[in-house]
């Protein structure tokens, strides 16, 4: 905020730094001097309107088409008088209070979940305070609506339920014009992008530029969680093709009509991007989000030491598990180093998992070799063991020395995990006899059902409990919920990275990390497993309520910033107080006052 207050002056104005450039602000002391001299500094609400006409603030039906100024019929008497909104809106001047109940009847009033997203999408559009007000005060009802499962759902109806754009679209004809594109973005202070090229939407698979709901719902959490300002958030999808041929076939669908860019096309339109928003958006953060396997990996690789880059489906997966894997172990005692992890699914979020698990164990004191010995894996194939000629890349350090099995429930009745952890993708891989194995081998099994959207869970917090007696330490990638079980209320927690990546985000913004580092994801997952409390423990819950969220993001920012610091990867002046540093920067909305 700007004060500029005139010598000798009673007069004050107030002008918020976001509603102007620093060429506008410029221009605006001229007048104010020039004011000063004329009126002796004291300002009339017609000066005011100048004012405002100089600052660029939009006025009338155009205010009101403004989603980031726009405040519906809570403008004030003196707004609605200045800025050329009387007769525009009905008269009584009303709190956002009132907005934000009548937002909730509505909302609450819809028949289905996808009608609930249209109707809060359209609030976004319309008024991004309100909306995210709303988000916020009540995170635990709009959770899966704004995320997992029916972001899912309306990335697979995107091209039939499409009102607007949001974000950018960057399309294989678009080479050698990225950074203009990106120019066309009307923020410049972008803070941190999401990415996606849509091959891997959750564990839909390949929705091509559908997929964009993902960018666009992933960047609504950091701002909802972690009180990043949604002008610094940009979701951009690189529409490359698709292999969807219900897709390709659909006359609706909104992104390009042909098969994905591979090899070094894809490379080099990929590099062009990464590029361009270095020149165009510099020191902003890149998530990768739902790429496919196969580029996932690669890119994570190729990119986090150049620039500041993360991946959230392989590290964030990795920590929030971990912190799960931290708070079952206080349920059911021992160590991580006594426990045998059975990882269903090796692609990027279960070989997330392995590194983070691994990081930990390193740190209870195990070489590599132990801590990967302690994590196994079942892909698609069956039991990952040496004697497989199929395995490439990085599944193969985890091939275990071991016969080959490929049925699940043989392979946990012979294994005996501890700890039976699905992210495969594939709907109701846990069957009843594996979960009652799992019951028989421990007395408390710990049971992760993290693939998403609910549609494609392992199984359901249902099946978990009822098949072990209510013993299964449980938690889902998507919400499932409380169960009823021999007159105990179970109520288990998403095991969810949105519990880690907002944070993230913010500790490498406060910081201004010049890069993403392991160390980060498992300082994350430390903070998040240090705030789960004894009474969520009793509840069932291995993540503290959703409620928290923001406290939980906070606290993962602080720690990530003090790893950046720690490593000389920070480039911002140490804060004295980073958590009170942290906190200062956090978005709450509310409306501002205009005059
Ligand atoms: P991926 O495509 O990289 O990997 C999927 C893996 O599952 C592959 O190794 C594949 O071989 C294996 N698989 C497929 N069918 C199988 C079967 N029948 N039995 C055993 N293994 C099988 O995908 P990914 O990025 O690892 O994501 C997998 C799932 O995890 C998705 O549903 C995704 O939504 C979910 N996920 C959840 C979170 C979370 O925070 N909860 C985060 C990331 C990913």
């Not at 289905?112 to 359209?122: P, Q, R, T």
């Not at 690669?298 to 598990?321: F, H, K, P, W």
Request: hydrophobic content about 45%; some cysteine; overall charge neutral.
């Amino acid at each position: 905020m700007y004060k500029v207050t005139l010598e000798g002056e009673d007069a004050v104005i107030r002008i918020k730094r976001n509603l102007m450039n620093q060429e506008r602000f410029s221009r605006l002391l001229d007048l104010v001097n020039l004011e000063a001299v004329l009126e002796g500094g004291r300002f009339a609400a017609a000066k005011e309107k100048i004012l405002i006409g100089m600052v660029g603030l939009p006025t009338g039906a155009a205010l009101l088409r403004d989603p980031v100024l726009n405040k519906d019929a809570a403008f004030t008497e003196a707004e609605r008088e200045i800025l050329g909104l009387r007769g525009l809106l009905p008269a009584r001047v009303q709190t956002m209070e009132e907005q934000v109940q009548r937002t909730l009847e509505n909302f609450r009033k819809k028949a289905g979940n996808l009608e609930k997203y249209l109707f809060l999408i359209s609030l976004q559009d319309r008024n991004k305070t309100l909306f995210y007000r709303v988000v916020i005060d009540h995170i635990q009802e709009m959770m899966p609506i704004i995320y997992t499962p029916t972001v899912g759902q309306a990335c697979l109806e995107y091209g039939h339920i499409f009102r607007r754009p949001r974000g950018i679209f960057i399309s294989a004809k678009d080479r050698g014009r990225i950074s203009e594109l990106l120019r066309n973005w009307p923020q410049r202070e972008v803070r941190i992008i999401v990415v996606t090229d849509g091959e891997r939407i959750l564990g839909l698979g390949d929705l091509g530029a559908d997929g964009m709901g993902i960018p666009v719902g992933k960047l609504t959490l950091y701002t909802a969680c972690a009180g990043i300002h949604h002008a610094h958030t940009l979701p951009v999808t690189l529409d490359v093709g698709t292999e969807n041929e219900e897709l390709l076939n659909d006359p609706l669908y909104i992104g390009l009509k042909q098969r994905r860019l591979r090899g070094a096309a894809y490379d080099d339109f990929v590099e062009e991007f990464i590029v361009a928003v270095q020149e165009v958006f510099p020191r902003t953060l890149i998530q990768f989000e739902d790429f496919g396997n196969v580029n996932a990996f690669r890119l994570l690789e190729r990119y986090r030491d150049r620039i500041c880059a993360l991946n959230d489906d392989i590290q964030g997966t990795g920590a929030v598990a971990l912190a799960g894997l931290y708070s079952a172990l206080r349920i059911r005692g021992g160590k991580l180093k006594d426990q045998k992890f059975l990882i269903v699914g090796a692609g990027e979020a279960g070989l997330g998992i392995a590194a983070l698990i691994a990081a930990a164990l390193a740190e209870e004191g195990l070489t590599p070799e132990e801590a990967r010995q302690r994590c196994w894996f079942v892909d698609s194939k069956g039991l990952v063991v040496k004697s497989r000629g199929d395995l490439r890349g990085r599944k193969l350090p985890y091939a275990q020395e071991h016969e080959f099995i490929w049925d699940l429930q043989t392979i946990v009745e012979t294994l005996k995990p501890t700890a039976l952890i699905g992210v495969s993708g594939k709907q109701g891989l846990f069957t009843q006899p594996i979960l009652e194995a799992m019951g028989r081998i421990n007395d408390k099994p710990i049971i992760f059902s993290l693939s998403n959207p609910t549609s494609r869970a392992e199984c359901t917090a249902a099946d978990a409990y009822t098949a072990t007696g209510g013993r299964a330490i449980f938690a889902s990638g998507s919400p499932f919920d409380p169960v009823d079980l021999e007159g105990k209320t179970l109520a288990p927690a998403q095991g969810n990275n949105v519990y880690i990546f907002p944070g993230v985000g913010l500790g490498v913004i406060a910081s201004g990390a010049r890069h993403v580092t392991d160390e980060m994801f498992f300082a994350a997952a430390r903070a998040l497993a240090s705030l789960v409390t004894a009474d969520d423990l009793a509840r069932g819950s291995v993540y503290p309520p959703l409620a928290r969220i923001r406290e939980v993001s906070a606290a993962i920012a602080a720690a990530v910033a003090e790893v950046a610091y720690a490593q000389e990867l920070a480039t911002r002046p140490r804060p004295e107080d980073i958590p009170a540093f942290i906190k200062s920067l956090m978005y709450e909305p509310g409306y501002q006052s205009y005059v």
